[in-house]
Nanobody, 121 residues
Framework: QVQLVESGGGLVQPGGSLRLSCATSISGSIFSLYAMGWYRQAPGKERELVATITGGGTTNYADSVKGRFTISRDNAKNTVYLQMNSLKPEDTAVYYC?????????????WGQGTQVTVSS
C-alpha cells in the first residue's frame, strides 16, 4: 500500500513562507517515474491544482501561485516539496500531495491526507 505523508503546514502571517514536504513509500527507482503534484482545497471550494513536477523535473504551476511557489523533488529521498513564499490569505487551504503514474492500461493515483495551511494576521 503506497503512503504519502505531508508535513510542514501551519499558521503564517501574510507575506510569510512555508515549506511543505511529502514523503512517499514509493520505492526509489519507481518514484522517479511518478508525476508528483500539490493540490489544495479551501472551505466550500473544489480541490484545485497548485503545482506539478514530472520525474524529469518539468514543472507546471497554477497562475495564482506562479512566481511565489516552487515545487521540487528529491528522487533519492522519494520526497516532493512545495516552497511557498509571499503567502496571501487566499492561499489558506488544506494542501494535498498526489502521485500519478500511468502504465497502460492501469493508472496509479495516490493521495496524502493533507496538511492545513492558514495565512492570517
Amino acid at each position: 500500500q503506497v503512503q504519502l505523508v505531508e508535513s510542514g503546514g501551519g499558521l503564517v502571517q501574510p507575506g510569510g513562507s512555508l515549506r511543505l514536504s511529502c514523503a512517499t513509500s514509493i520505492s526509489g527507482s519507481i518514484f522517479s517515474l511518478y508525476a508528483m503534484g500539490w493540490y489544495r482545497q479551501a472551505p466550500g471550494k473544489e480541490r484545485e491544482l497548485v503545482a506539478t513536477i514530472t520525474g524529469g523535473g518539468t514543472t507546471n504551476y497554477a497562475d495564482s501561485v506562479k512566481g511565489r511557489f516552487t515545487i521540487s523533488r528529491d528522487n533519492a529521498k522519494n520526497t516532493v516539496y512545495l516552497q511557498m513564499n509571499s503567502l496571501k490569505p487566499e492561499d489558506t487551504a488544506v494542501y494535498y500531495c498526489n502521485a500519478k503514474y500511468q502504465y497502460l492500461p492501469k493508472m496509479y493515483d495516490y493521495w496524502g491526507q493533507g496538511t492545513q495551511v492558514t495565512v492570517s494576521s
